[in-house]
């Protein structure tokens, strides 16, 4: 990876931290670079999440995934290091990250990528 986009990331306080709720946002217009072929991908990023005591403010989460407009990355790697920024800077009580690409050569791919607060991936 190029560079570190969690930078851009901005949040601010959940006045509602006390009931849970789930934040769903769609970006339909996503776009990056088969790190392969050089080609565009395009597709719609779907996250959802519980927020705790932040919450991605909407702006700043545009600019982030702009940045990948012209990044080289595989798709398996690009849902999961979206997650593990959002994850790191939110630090919600669950999180979903789905990427559903466009087809290409007759062929579609969606990842999903799940946190869990109580949940450990160590393996």
Known sequence: MST??????????NQYA???Y??????PEFTSVCPRT???DFGTITLRYVPRQKCVELKSLKFYLQKYRNEGIFYEHLTNRILDDLVA??????MTVTARFNP?????????AEYSAGYSAER
Do not use: D, S, Y
Not at 22 to 27: G, L, M, S, V, Y
Not at 89 to 94: H, K, N
């Open 4 to 13: 570190n986009f969690r930078e851009i990331l901005e949040t601010f306080e």
């Open 18 to 20: 006390h009931r849970p």
């Open 22 to 27: 789930e934040i769903e946002i769609i970006c």
């Open 38 to 40: 050089g080609q565009p």
């Open 89 to 94: 800077v939110l630090a919600p009580e669950r």
């Open 104 to 112: 290409r050569g007759g062929i579609t791919t969606t990842v999903t």
